[in-house]
């Protein structure tokens, strides 16, 4: 179970960050990698692990938090 009041980061959240600075939409003051991991520092975050059966738990997720996800 996650610890909320750890600071944490899903690792699955870089690939629209990787997109958005490749097509000039989200402009970082350093490259994406290194800017994430220093923020993380900072922050004292953490990743949280995705596995497939988290995935598949998905469909299991009343309506409202499917649309949200489907906004990220």
Request: glycine share 2%; aromatic share 10%; net charge positive.
């Amino acid at each position: 179970m996650a610890n909320f009041l750890v600071p944490s980061f899903f690792v699955t959240s870089k690939f629209p960050r990787r997109i958005k600075v490749a097509i000039g939409k989200l402009p970082l003051p350093e490259p994406l990698d290194s800017y994430i991991s220093s923020r993380m520092v900072r922050l004292g975050a953490r990743y949280l692990e995705i596995t497939a059966s988290h995935a598949l738990l998905t469909a299991t997720l009343a309506l409202h938090h499917l649309l949200y996800l489907s906004k990220c």
